[in-house]
């Protein structure tokens, strides 16, 4: 992969924007279809830093759409199989080339699907004050780090722009979108994080923890989308050096030693380098 640009922020004038998050910019095709587009952007604590790293666009890209299709046997996904560049204007093609995905309109459920099969991150947190994770009673001694009996579900709200994700349990997300539909997005969550954790220890790597998104087409259908096991969304490791990570955990350090939650900052050089080291190498252990 070659990457001779970097892009921070889209500007298509052949499409109407309907959403800038912190990553993806997503245009509007018509009434069925939306283009999203992976810009080179990162956040970490929910807030987006003001430098991009550079290729990070592609390589999110090239993850989702290798474990889409790696995976579309357990569960469909929001793909519509057309070329991204068959949407746009002839000088927009640089905007979208390789870090763009044409999918479905789907009607979004509000909730992170988070799978844990490591205890890390805020589970460690929780579970060092409660003995559990998002309600999940865990067994007594485990440590930073360690692997859990078996992958637990634990959901999360979604939260809108400028808010933090909330932790919650399963009661909580039955109440908020239906025991049926909450069940399916459990089982779901958990056959994609076992088949994609059995495949990428074939490659050396750990998936700890990640999250899915989920949305209903127009039938009702449950699929799969968004972005998949992604350093954006997962926490990656090394898997001969479980603490060594293939994520934006390097982010995360720098930040908690050098600057205040929720601030915009500029990144070092060396920073940006890293991180875009890191990403490249979970795309190459990975795809």
């Known amino acids: 992969m070659t990457t001779t640009t970097t892009l921070f922020e889209t500007s298509l004038h052949s499409l109407p924007l309907l959403h800038r998050g912190k990553v993806r910019d997503n245009y ?4 069925d279809r939306i283009l999203m587009i992976a810009t ?4 970490a604590f929910d807030v987006v830093m003001a430098d991009p790293i550079p290729g990070k666009g592609e390589i999110l890209t090239q993850m989702a759409l290798f474990w889409f299709k790696k995976l579309e046997h357990i569960m469909p996904n929001h793909l519509t199989g057309e070329a991204p560049e068959s949407v746009v204007a002839p000088d927009e093609l640089d905007q979208v080339r390789g870090r763009a995905m044409l ?5 979004p459920i509000p909730i992170e699907a988070v799978v844990r099969g490591y205890l890390a991150g805020s589970g460690w947190k929780e579970y060092q004050a409660t003995g559990t994770v998002c309600g999940v009673a865990l067994p007594p001694g485990l440590e930073k780090g360690s692997r859990l009996p078996e992958p637990i579900f634990t959901p999360a709200t979604k939260a809108e722009a400028g808010e933090h994700d909330e932790n919650i349990d399963f009661a909580t997300m039955e109440r908020t979108i239906g025991s049926d539909l909450a069940h399916q997005v459990r089982s779901a969550a958990l056959q ?6 059995e495949y990428a220890l074939t490659r050396g790597v750990i998936v700890a923890d990640t999250k899915f998104e989920f949305g209903l087409d127009l039938s009702g259908q449950l699929t799969v989308m968004d972005e998949m096991l992604t350093p954006d969304s997962s926490r990656l490791w090394v898997a001969i050096e479980k603490y060594k990570p293939l994520d934006k955990q390097p982010l995360r350090d720098w930040l908690t030693n050098n600057s205040q939650p929720g601030r915009v900052v500029r990144l070092p050089l060396t920073v940006v380098e890293s991180i875009e080291v890191t990403y490249k190498s979970a795309l190459l252990r990975i795809v």
């Open 28 to 31: 509007a095709v018509g009434d």
């Open 40 to 43: 080179d952007r990162i956040s």
């Open 192 to 197: 994609l994080y076992a088949a994609a954790s």
């Open 103 to 107: 999918v479905k309109r789907l009607k």
